[in-house]
């Protein structure tokens, strides 16, 4: 087995370093945007010929969802043309690609968690390019598995954990919108399933939801950053209406593990217990 991480410096990336050289050491190649550019057909075209990989695991992507508002060629060449790229030789030669995706894939009018097979109706651009390239890369490569997730936090990079704490640091009073419902993702239990999925003998392709189990707002989710970090800041509730946006965000964007559980036997840590775990180490590494 030989794996090709793109993105894999950004949070996802980092987090499956760290799970794939534990759970199958020396196996993978690990590119990110100055040494793979997905949107570079030919680029891509020499490395997956040239690198003898059975898996690509691709978590290269323009995730600025107000930025793309504005730069939408940028965001649509890395979001669908990269991915394409992949997809296209990948599919010819035999290897097996695992896409991460996003719950903005969705408008957010749900009232119940959204299923594999619910209706896509992205409302931003962002969300928009992120489901073209769902349906390029099953388009090229049917084989293929997509896992959406959302609200992903982890102790490198940029954040919601990581601004809240920098905020709850330096201000007595912070306000956030509690009229968004979702689940924070801990990038570590992301990759830990991402891992299991890749390493075990059993590849069923198709698309798979994954974030930690539970849902909250975004004000319940500074909250609890706030209590777990031992800060004293104030958080205020207040509505959508009240932080004027470019970008139309769903407002109710849980997603519905049960296929994913049921496919890989994999359990789910609870959001209050992962994020526990992530402010802890984000406290103890930045010692």
């Not at 990336?13 to 040494?35: F, I, K, M, S």
Request: a negative charge.
């Amino acid at each position: 087995m030989k794996i090709l991480v793109t993105g894999s410096r950004g949070q996802l990336g980092r987090e499956l370093h760290n799970v794939l050289e534990e759970r199958l050491p020396g196996c993978t190649v690990y590119t990110d945007a100055d040494e793979l550019d997905i949107t570079n057909a030919a680029a891509v075209e020499n490395l997956l010929r040239s690198g003898d990989f059975t898996h690509v695991i691709n978590c290269a992507a323009y995730t600025d969802v107000e930025g793309a508002e504005e730069d939408k060629h940028l965001c649509y060449s890395i979001n669908v043309d990269g991915i394409r790229n992949i997809a296209r030789h990948a599919d010819e030669l035999g290897i097996k690609v695992l896409h991460i995706s996003t719950d903005y894939v969705f408008d957010g009018c749900s009232c119940r968690p959204y299923t594999e097979g619910d209706k896509v109706n992205p409302m931003s651009e962002y969300g928009n390019t992120k489901r073209r390239g769902e349906t390029a890369l099953l388009g090229l490569s049917p084989e293929s598995i997509i896992v959406r997730t959302g609200w992903l936090y982890s102790p490198h990079g940029r954040n919601f954990l990581k601004t809240m704490l920098r905020l709850g640091s330096e201000r007595s009073e912070i306000k956030v919108v509690f009229d968004q419902i979702g689940t924070p993702t801990y990038a570590r239990d992301l990759a830990d399933a991402i891992a299991t999925m890749v390493l075990t003998s059993r590849w069923m392709p198709g698309i798979y939801h994954f974030a930690n189990e539970g849902a909250c707002s975004w004000y319940d989710f500074a909250v609890a950053i706030m209590e777990y970090a031992g800060l004293g800041c104030k958080v205020t509730p207040i509505t959508s209406a009240d932080f004027p946006s470019a970008v139309s965000r769903p407002p109710f964007s849980v997603l519905d593990k049960s296929r994913i559980k049921t496919t890989y036997g994999i359990t789910i840590p609870h959001w209050q217990n992962a994020l526990r775990r992530c402010v802890q180490r984000t406290i103890t590494e930045a010692e």
